[in-house]
């Protein structure tokens, strides 16, 4: 059997908790870190989303606030079945302007699938002339991963450029729960595949962002210095076979 439904609705995404709300964690002191740029210019049309943003948020502390800049989560969390697969499929087009040649982390476009009950990050970055797969399992603040008796936090990225640079590629994660096992596609085609996935994902905010990877330094944040992204995303079509 196979469920199929669609998160959109981007016209939306001022009214923010309704489908789309912005990103971010909660911090220590009851405040709240947004992943907004304060500057960046949003267009909804022909049902895309659009962003763009000269980058200028950074944290010298916690690295996953340094690295999302502009980033909206889905209001409503999806569960996964136990049995059967459930996959995430949308289109993203990136470009930059200011980023480094070749180097897909100093700024690119996001699809992340988030479990806040495991820290689980099923992950897509599209930059300007690469893209990489993400799996991981983090320590996000505020959420209890799982004991396990493998490693207990990691990210593994897998870079690419099998796709069409500064164009729209159709980017799908596949996640089997009973089978334990997550597979990435692109343009239709199998890029990589994960078995034995170490702990049960049990469920998944749908985020879309803007964002750099790059380690913080005994100095803080290195991620900024004026580099410029753009980001656009089609709705997202989850689908759910038992």
Request: glycine share 8%.
């Amino acid at each position: 059997m196979s469920n199929q439904f669609t998160i959109g609705d981007f016209h939306t995404i001022l009214d923010e908790g309704e489908v789309w709300k912005i990103g971010g964690f909660p911090l220590p002191d009851g405040s709240f870190w947004e992943f907004r740029e304060p500057n960046a210019t949003v267009i909804v049309r022909n049902n895309t989303l659009y962003a763009r943003a000269q980058l200028s948020r950074k944290n010298d502390y916690v690295q996953f606030l340094d690295n999302a800049k502009h980033m909206y989560y889905s209001a409503k969390e999806v569960e996964v079945p136990e049995n059967g697969a459930i996959s995430f499929e949308l289109q993203i087009r990136a470009r930059t302007t200011g980023t480094a040649p070749g180097d897909l982390y100093d700024g690119f476009v996001s699809l992340n699938l988030l479990d806040f009950t495991t820290g689980a990050a099923l992950d897509f970055f599209a930059g300007n002339d690469k893209y990489a797969s993400v799996y991981a399992v983090l320590p996000f603040p505020g959420v209890q991963v799982p004991e396990t008796n493998k490693t207990r936090y990691f990210c593994i990225f897998k870079e690419d450029t099998n796709f069409m640079p500064r164009e729209f590629n159709t980017y799908r994660i596949t996640y089997n729960r009973a089978a334990d096992e997550v597979i990435f596609f692109v343009n239709g085609e199998e890029a990589r595949r994960e078995r034995n996935v170490p702990i049960k994902f049990n469920r998944f905010t749908v985020a879309l962002g803007i964002m750099t990877e790059k380690d913080l330094t005994p100095e803080g944040s290195v991620s900024l210095h004026g580099q410029t992204v753009i980001g656009e995303w089609s709705p997202v079509t989850v689908t759910m076979k038992e």
